[in-house]
């Protein structure tokens, strides 16, 4: 009979050799990422949240043109900024927002992509002063990997607020903020959109488990190990290819590249 660490053991060797890389540019992952978000629900009351990733030379960041919603982005609607958030085209508008996503990446040399959105359960969540719980197989990727900002600092758009958001972030990649959202920071961008996916999900189940009765947290090792385990490069992958999957079957030339989404 094979016990867990065995099994643990095998399942990572087949993972490594028999699963291949995904070859698409860190452009079109975004547009997958930010389509799948948006199909989960992510976007729900508009323009409010962001996505961003490091770009190819030191100091530069793949984010959507402000005023386009996740659901509707192509390649052509994704712009370069550098580390003041100034448009390398010299003319493009990006989300003043996505300031405070600049502050982590200078702190964060692992962190390679950052999604920041208010989707409903985890916007319920934050407005009770409540910390995530685990309380789930499915919520253990943020055992001891979600931190919490019990004070909303306002409108991120400031450097103030981007050092008050990157120091509760710390070492985590994944945060709650009070009165606000979530934000995942992933040293991939499949691993940044995977998580903030979970982190929804585990936000409603937390809801609505707490309309029932009181929430019992698992025990505190078996998270961590079970938290470990799924946030693996080649699980969080994987599922990031099952949504990917999900949005090319509806929207199939969304990789397309061509003239940018109009904002009139």
């Not at 053991?9 to 050799?17: G, K, N, P, Y």
């Not at 019990?150 to 903020?177: H, Q, S, V």
């Not at 606000?180 to 995977?194: D, R």
Request: charged share 20%; glycine share 10%; hydrophobic share 40%.
């Amino acid at each position: 009979m094979e016990d867990k660490s065995s099994t643990r053991d095998r399942v990572d060797r087949e993972l490594a050799e028999k699963l291949a890389p995904d070859r698409r540019s860190a452009k079109q992952k975004l547009v997958l990422a930010c389509r799948m978000l948006g199909a989960q629900g992510h976007w729900h009351g508009g323009l409010a949240g962001q996505i961003t990733a490091r770009g190819e030379q030191p100091g530069t960041y793949w984010t959507l043109r402000f005023g386009i919603g996740a659901d509707e982005a192509t390649p052509a609607d994704l712009i370069l900024v550098d580390d003041d958030l100034r448009p390398l085209d010299g003319h493009s508008l990006p989300n003043p927002a996505v300031r405070f996503h600049l502050w982590v990446y200078r702190v964060r040399p692992d962190v390679q992509s950052i999604v920041h959105t208010h989707p409903p359960a985890t916007t319920a969540l934050s407005m009770t002063g409540q910390r995530l719980a685990i309380a789930h197989m499915d919520s253990t990727p943020f055992a001891d990997n979600c931190g919490y900002l019990d004070d909303w600092p306002g409108l991120p758009i400031g450097d103030n607020e981007g050092e008050i958001i990157a120091g509760a972030l710390g070492r985590k990649t994944a945060l709650l903020l009070a009165h606000h959202g979530l934000l995942t920071a992933g040293t991939t961008i499949e691993e940044a959109a995977v998580l903030a996916v979970w982190l929804e999900q585990a936000a409603e189940a937390q809801v609505r488990a707490a309309a029932v009765g009181p929430i019992r947290e698992v025990r505190p090792e078996l998270a961590r190990e079970a938290g470990g385990f799924l946030r693996k490069p080649q699980i969080t992958g994987l599922t990031f290819q099952y949504f990917a999957r999900q949005v090319l079957r509806n929207a199939p030339h969304c990789l397309d590249e061509g003239a940018p989404t109009p904002l009139a």
